[in-house]
Every structure is written in structure tokens, then in C-alpha cells.
């Protein structure tokens, strides 16, 4: 994995977010991807905890994320890039400084980021972490709570703690066609952020029912495979060229 790193050879992956109003395109997951000659793909929920572990975790994340900003700036400028940060980098007080002078060195407004924290990661220190947080949102970055609804999904937090989105898990949204129970814990869900003033993206839409079903909830972004899978730089441009054109000749993206 360190040598890897070191040959350039872990890559990054996009995943469209979108508007479910509008099923407009608003932004991309940077989702790691690494092939190695011998194991073969080694998922991410493998081998950033690993990197995590190990210590290499801020050489991996700098160069996922140096990689990541350098292909958003071939989006339209409307475009967010959400990009993940580990467990470990919550806990490391350099990392606010480390996360914006890396997309400054590559030219991203602060504002055209995102960044998904889990709540795990906040609850191992719980000041380290507001404090990058706040940090890195004076400077204009965006907060997302991911996979909420399966750790703790503590309210306190949600009252106290300075986020700007919430990412429903997936384990909510693939049964909500299925049973009542998470469509209504998923309705609940979006009322509260609602009344908090935090945006709401559904993680894992699969199908057309559940894009529906989440559309009749009022939810106001949406994230899977029925959307988009997550593909590579150039398969991601691509894709742009082709939802700017369907969406008329004033916006164009260059490939
Ligand atoms: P996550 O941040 O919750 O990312 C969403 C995961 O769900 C991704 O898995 C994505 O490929 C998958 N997914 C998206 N839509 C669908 C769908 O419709 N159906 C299904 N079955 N899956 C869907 P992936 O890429 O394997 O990443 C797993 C986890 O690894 C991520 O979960 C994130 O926690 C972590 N990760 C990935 N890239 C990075 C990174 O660059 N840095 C850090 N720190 N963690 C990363
Ligand atoms: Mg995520
Ligand atoms: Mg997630």
C-alpha cells in the first residue's frame, strides 16, 4: 500500500450527488480506488483503515485529495467535490490546515468542498474534532454527517456540533420501498434536518422506486447506482459533457 502511494497507483473514483427535484447534477463523492498487481481491488473500507493504522493515512488522503481537486476544476464551477475524511485525521489538530493548503495548492475554492465526517470519528475526541471543523468552515468548506442513522446518530450532536448535510445510510434507503418502518425513519429524518437547516442526501438509491418514494418525502438530494455509479476522471467528464448538453447550449464543460 505504501508503495503504491509512493507509484501513484491508488486512484479516485466520482459519484454523482444530485438534485432530486430536479435530477440535476450537483456535485461528486471522491470515493478511493486502489488495484493492486497481486491482490487485485482491495476495497476502501479495507485499506483506509489500514493506512489509518499504519500512519501513512495523511500521505494517502493528500494525494486522494490533490487528485480529486485537480479533476473538479474541469467541472463546472456549480459543481461541489465531497471528499471523505478518516477517523484518524479528526483526531490530528493539523489536519484543517493541511486540507486547505493542499486545495490551494491545487487552485479549489474552499467553497467547492465538502467534506463527510462519520460520527464515530467525531465521538473519539469529541474538541479535537470541532475544532478542525470550525477551522475549515470559517474558510468556507462544507460539513456532511455520512452514514447517519446506523452509529450513534446522537441528536445532541446534531444540536451541538456544526454540520451543514446529512447523509442517510444506505441501509435506510434500500428498504424504504420495502418496509414502513424506514420510510418513516427516513421521513423523520428529513423533517428534522428540515427544521435544522441542514441538507439532506439519501446514500444508495438503487432504483426507481426508492428515487420516487424519496422524491415524495421532500428529500433534496440523492446518491446510487441508479443515478450513477462512482467512475474515473474521464468517464466522469464525459458524463458531464452529456447532462450539460441535454440541459441546453449555455453551459458546456470541457473535455
Ligand atoms: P461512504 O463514504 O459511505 O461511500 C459510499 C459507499 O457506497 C461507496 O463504497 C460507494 O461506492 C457505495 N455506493 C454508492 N451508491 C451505492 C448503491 O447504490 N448501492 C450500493 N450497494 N453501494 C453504493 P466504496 O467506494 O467501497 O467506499 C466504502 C467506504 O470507504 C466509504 O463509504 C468511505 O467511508 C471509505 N472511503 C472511500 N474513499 C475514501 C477516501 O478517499 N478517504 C477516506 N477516508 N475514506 C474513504
Ligand atoms: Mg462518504
Ligand atoms: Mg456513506
Not at 430536479?22 to 493506512?51: H, K, Q
Not at 495523511?58 to 485537480?70: G, I, N
Not at 475554492?109 to 477551522?135: C, F, G, H, S
Not at 475549515?136 to 446534531?158: C, N, P
Amino acid at each position: 500500500m505504501r508503495n503504491a502511494i509512493i507509484a501513484d497507483e491508488v486512484d479516485v473514483h466520482f459519484q454523482p450527488i444530485v438534485n432530486l427535484k430536479t435530477d440535476m447534477v450537483v456535485g461528486f463523492e471522491a470515493l478511493a480506488r486502489w488495484c493492486d498487481p497481486d491482490l487485485g481491488y482491495v476495497s476502501p473500507a479495507v485499506f483506509v483503515p489500514l493506512a489509518e493504522e499504519r500512519g501513512f493515512i495523511d500521505s494517502l488522503s493528500e494525494t486522494l485529495l490533490r487528485k480529486a481537486a485537480e479533476t473538479a476544476l474541469l467541472w463546472p464551477k456549480e459543481l461541489f467535490l465531497s471528499f471523505n475524511l478518516s477517523s484518524a485525521q479528526l483526531m490530528d489538530p493539523m489536519t484543517s490546515t493541511n486540507v486547505l493548503s493542499i486545495i490551494q495548492r491545487a487552485g479549489l475554492d474552499p467553497r467547492r468542498l465538502e467534506l463527510e465526517i462519520t460520527e464515530t470519528a467525531v465521538m473519539t475526541d469529541a474538541d479535537v474534532a470541532q475544532k478542525i471543523v470550525t477551522e475549515l468552515r470559517a474558510a468556507g468548506v462544507r460539513i456532511s454527517l455520512d452514514d447517519f442513522g446506523t452509529g450513534q446518530s446522537s441528536l445532541g450532536r446534531l444540536r451541538d456540533f456544526s454540520f451543514d448535510k446529512v447523509k442517510v445510510d444506505r441501509a435506510f434507503v434500500s428498504r424504504i420501498s420495502a418496509d414502513r418502518a424506514s420510510e418513516h425513519i427516513v421521513k423523520a429524518i428529513i423533517a428534522m434536518c428540515d427544521g435544522l437547516n441542514l441538507e439532506v442526501v439519501a446514500e444508495g438509491i438503487e432504483d426507481f422506486s426508492e428515487a420516487l418514494k424519496l422524491k415524495g418525502l421532500g428529500c433534496g438530494m440523492g446518491q446510487g447506482y441508479f443515478y450513477g455509479k462512482p467512475a474515473d476522471s474521464v468517464t466522469t467528464l464525459r458524463y458531464l459533457a452529456e447532462k450539460y448538453q441535454e440541459a441546453g447550449p449555455a453551459l458546456s464543460v470541457a473535455v
